[in-house]
Every structure is written in C-alpha cells, then in structure tokens.
T-cell receptor
Framework: SQTIHQWPATLVQPVGSPLSLECTVEGTSNPNLYWYRQAAGRGLQLLFYSVGIGQISSEVPQNLSASRPQDRQFILSSKKLLLSDSGFYLC???????????FGPGTRLTVL | AQSVTQLGSHVSVSEGALVLLRCNYSSSVPPYLFWYVQYPNQGLQLLLKYTSAATLVKGINGFEAEFKKSETSFHLTKPSAHMSDAAEYFCAVSLKDSGYSTLTFGKGTMLLVSP
C-alpha cells in the first residue's frame, strides 16, 4: 500500500531564516505531487505541483519554491521566511492520471 | 474554472442527530467531487468521492453524499452523529487537465457534536 510522509511535523522558525520541508511517497511510482498551505480561516491554497522529476509548476507567486530531486520526493523551500508564511503545509499525491489526491500528515510552521 | 461553496462555517448537532453538511459547486464540465475530513493538526482524509458512476456515494464512517446535477450540489449526510465525528469537513471539485488532477476546495465546515 502507498504511504506519504512529511517532516518535520512541527517547526518554529525566526523571520528571515531559511526553510526546507520534505515530503516522500512510498509504494508507487511516478506520482503527481502537490504542496498546499492551510492558513487560519483561509482554506487550502495550492502552492506547487509536479508531474515528474524536475518539473515544477507554481500556482501562487511568493517567496517559496519547490523542487523534486527524486521521483517520490518533493521539497518546499524558502531562502527567507516571512511572518505570513506561517501555516499548516500539506503534501498530497495522485497516481498518474487518477483524480483522487491523498494527503500527508502535514507540517505546522510558525514564523516568529 | 470550477468553484465550491460550503454553506455554514460551523454546524452544531447533538449526538445521535442527523448530520447535513452542504456543498454546491460550479464547473464548466462534468466534475469529480470529493469530501475530505480533517481532525486537528492532521492531514486530510478522504471520506468519499463521486466520479460519474452512482449518484449516491457511500463513504467511510457511515457518511454518504448524493450528487444532484440539477441543483449543482453534493451534500454530505450521516443519519446519526457520533462524538468522534467532530472535525472539519472540506468539499472539493476536481478537473483533469493534461494528465494531472486539480482540486478546488471549499472553505470548510467545522462540525461540532454535543452530548
């Protein structure tokens, strides 16, 4: 069966510090991968998606970036965090052309 | 473009009462529709999905939803609420484009269950 992992689970970072969040999927090959942010009272916002290694599409311009160095690994990064980057970050995957997205456990990021 | 509207940011029910969470969508093509549940500080868990087969969809934990094209609705119901059902529920619509899915979420409905 497929599983999706995210780490860290919780992160507290100062403004201006760098960020790296990791998402990995097990039990499947060539998944489509997604990063969402969930801010208080604002629902889920799609940040990036990837249909293959090195292929990243950005949905919202911001100071975040994403990379996919391996087939089942998706990384969310920032060079300098802003207060507004605080939120709950969720990674999701789909199997190829399937329509159902499955979500990871999330990372709670607090920027102080 | 597609969109989802969830009526009511909070819904309160008593344990044992009917649960009804409302979702209306707009889509230019036949949609795929989903309900997800989120418990505090956890990811989203798929409850059920409609993918153009049967209009009445049964999901996990006793939930079901009915797709009504004429009303552009996909309301979530459960005959009898349990305390463990207290969580936030998200309706989502998906279109397939160029081989990948895109989900548009509603803003969520928090279900509160009282004893």
């Amino acid at each position: 069966s497929q599983t999706i992992h995210q780490w860290p689970a919780t992160l507290v970072q100062p403004v201006g510090s760098p960020l790296s969040l990791e998402c990995t999927v097990e039990g499947t090959s060539n998944p489509n991968l997604y990063w969402y942010r969930q801010a208080a009272g604002r629902g889920l916002q799609l940040l990036f998606y990837s249909v293959g290694i090195g292929q990243i599409s950005s949905e919202v311009p911001q100071n975040l970036s994403a990379s996919r160095p391996q087939d089942r690994q998706f990384i969310l990064s920032s060079k300098k965090l802003l207060l507004s980057d605080s939120g709950f970050y969720l990674c999701a995957w789909t199997s190829g052309s399937a329509e159902t997205q499955y979500f990871g456990p999330g990372t709670r990021l607090t920027v102080l | 473009a597609q969109s989802v509207t969830q009526l009511g940011s909070h819904v309160s029910v008593s344990e044992g009462a009917l649960v009804l969470l409302r979702c209306n969508y707009s889509s230019s093509v036949p949609p795929y529709l989903f309900w997800y549940v989120q418990y505090p500080n956890q990811g989203l868990q798929l409850l059920l999905k409609y993918t153009s087969a049967a209009t009445l969809v049964k999901g996990i934990n006793g939930f079901e939803a009915e797709f009504k094209k004429s009303e552009t609705s996909f309301h979530l119901t459960k005959p009898s609420a349990h305390m463990s059902d207290a969580a936030e529920y998200f309706c989502a619509v998906s279109l397939k484009d160029s081989g990948y899915s895109t989900l548009t979420f509603g803003k969520g409905t928090m279900l509160l269950v009282s004893p």
